[in-house]
């Protein structure tokens, strides 16, 4: 027999009558591992087989709920938002955004998705969205305790159109951000792909990829947050200390490449080596806040990755500096080696690019965000 997917297939608003048998054990007490809940999502592109229509609800006890949704035409397909008033009732398929302010909490799959998940065989794609209520988690607080994953059958990573997560009408104490889970070995709940937008008691994420999601908690006063006075004060200083670096450098170079009449000797070029590290490592912490406000990644992976090559080129050469007093000291003022300077120069600037390279090919570069506890304002870098 075949069920109905909506009680009204006009009404934008589908309660999803379809209900699919899950071949899994409720853990006792009804709590569930991380690894138990990567084996339910393994299983959603199996059960899509066995739907009768396109949509079709899951329940693994009270806290467990989902539904997978599959596009009618692979040739023409729409996103999809699925939304739900609390963490007990399962999700309602919606088809008019305007419907959506009616319910706290909602997930948008954007048709992007669909499209990467759809690939060459042209058969319809399906989005099957899980909350899991009662995730066992340890030092951690998860807004609401919810955590939510997000299935296509396929691998969907830097979509533009981002899957959006929404929370609305919610109290909390603490500062959200929303964090995710690519559900394979040890939870390690990472910021990366996911933006994080907070109004008053209205929270959303935006994802580019799909994996579990939660809303992770920091206390008010913990280390990630500091007051308003404080953050002003110290971004002023820094400023100030930064900008008399820079001038005092600036004169240096000025002096030694415009006034300087005789030849410098080698302690001399390393040294303008040094200043020349100097100047470029404050001139890129002094815009770092500048190009995280753009809200362009590649920006923001771009001025973390200079200003950690710089400082590490700096600390290369104090140490060139170093080596330099004890080879002086050791042969004498007369430094005989070989083209010298050349490879000092060639070592100091090269070598530290090598772990910056390292760094931005692992995606070890992104934004950070410095809150303040007495107020909703927020200093990227």
């Not at 008691?201 to 913990?222: E, K, R, S």
Request: glycine share 6%; charged share 15%.
């Amino acid at each position: 027999m075949t069920s109905k997917v909506c009680i009204n297939c006009d009404n934008p608003v589908k309660k999803i009558e379809e209900a699919l048998p899950v071949n899994m054990t409720i853990p006792e007490g009804g709590q569930f591992s991380p690894s138990a809940a990567a084996e339910l999502m393994s299983q959603m592109s199996d059960l899509v087989t066995k739907m009768n229509g396109t949509a079709a609800a899951l329940s693994l006890g009270e806290s467990v709920k989902g539904v997978i949704v599959k596009q009618k035409d692979p040739t023409e397909m729409n996103e999809i938002s699925l939304a739900y008033d609390s963490p007990i009732r399962n999700f309602d398929l919606i088809e008019d955004r305007g419907k959506l302010v009616g319910y706290s909490r909602f997930v948008t799959v954007s048709k992007e998705a669909f499209d990467k998940a759809k690939g060459p065989n042209m058969t319809s794609p399906f989005a099957a969205v899980l909350k899991f209520t009662n995730m066992s988690q340890e030092n951690i607080t998860i807004l609401g305790n919810e955590v939510l994953a997000v299935e296509m059958g396929a691998s969907i990573q830097n979509l533009t159109d981002t899957v959006n997560i929404s929370v609305n009408k919610i109290k909390f104490q603490g500062i959200p951000v929303c964090n995710s889970w690519d559900g394979k070995g040890d939870v390690n709940w990472t910021t990366d792909g996911c933006e994080t937008l907070v109004s008053g008691d209205n929270i959303i994420c935006q994802c580019t990829h799909l994996t579990f999601f939660a809303i992770l908690l920091t206390p008010l006063n913990g280390t990630n947050s500091i007051s308003t006075y404080d953050l002003n004060t110290l971004t002023t200083l820094t400023r100030v200390g930064c900008g008399l670096s820079m001038f005092f450098l600036c004169i240096v170079l000025f002096m030694h490449f415009l006034i300087r009449k005789t030849k410098p000797n080698i302690s001399t070029v390393l040294f303008i080596h040094l200043v020349t590290a100097l100047l470029l490592l404050n001139f890129t912490f002094l815009i770092n806040d500048l190009v995280a406000n753009l809200n362009n990644p590649t920006g923001c992976e771009a001025i973390a990755f200079l200003m950690h090559y710089f400082m590490l080129v700096t600390f290369t050469w104090f140490a060139v500096h170093a080596f330099h007093l004890c080879l002086q000291m050791y042969m004498g003022s007369n430094v005989t080696i070989k083209r010298y300077v050349l490879k000092v120069s060639v070592t100091s600037w090269t070598l530290p690019s090598i772990f910056g390279i390292v760094f931005l090919i692992t995606k070890k570069y992104g934004e950070l965000r410095i809150y303040t506890s007495d107020s909703e304002k927020i200093t990227k870098m």
